[in-house]
């Protein structure tokens, strides 16, 4: 599995930016789509969660609200659109493709604690500042 991530940028506080995840290989291989994001100097956390079939979509209480995670089958593409954006949003975004045991719901906490394995991507940098 291999997933490019696109879209970052340089924003203003209260704008709108859209992440693109780009997903080749199998959906076989893994069970969901995750979002993940690294401030400097912090370690990386998880923002959302999407199963394969969108079922189970679980997003982190700091960005609950203002950012929604969805997909489009036939791009093979999973989107984070970002709304109200605010200078603790930013960061250097990763998707990843994830898979759980059998019986594990896929959320942003299991995505960070309880996976079997994580494919990653190459990060995109966002940046809110004004």
């Known amino acids: 599995v291999q997933l490019q991530a696109s879209g970052g940028g340089l924003v203003q506080p209260g704008d709108s930016l859209t992440l693109s995840c780009v997903v080749s290989g199998s959906t076989l291989d893994y069970d969901a789509i995750g979002w993940f994001r690294q401030a400097p100097g912090k370690e990386r956390e998880g923002v959302s969660c999407?199963?394969?079939?969108?079922?189970?979509?679980s997003y982190a209480d700091s960005v609950m609200g203002r950012f929604t995670i969805s997909r489009d089958n036939a791009k093979n593409t999973v989107y984070l659109q970002m709304n109200s954006l605010k200078p603790e949003d930013s960061g250097v975004y990763y998707c990843?493709?994830?898979?759980?045991?059998?019986?594990?719901?896929?959320?942003?906490?299991?995505?960070?604690?309880?996976?079997?394995?994580?494919?990653w991507g190459r990060g995109t940098l966002v940046t809110v500042s004004s």
């Open positions: 990843a493709a994830v898979t759980f045991s059998p019986q594990t719901v896929c959320t942003v906490r299991t995505m960070t604690t309880l996976y079997k394995h994580r494919y």
């Open positions: 999407a199963s394969q079939s969108d079922e189970q979509i």
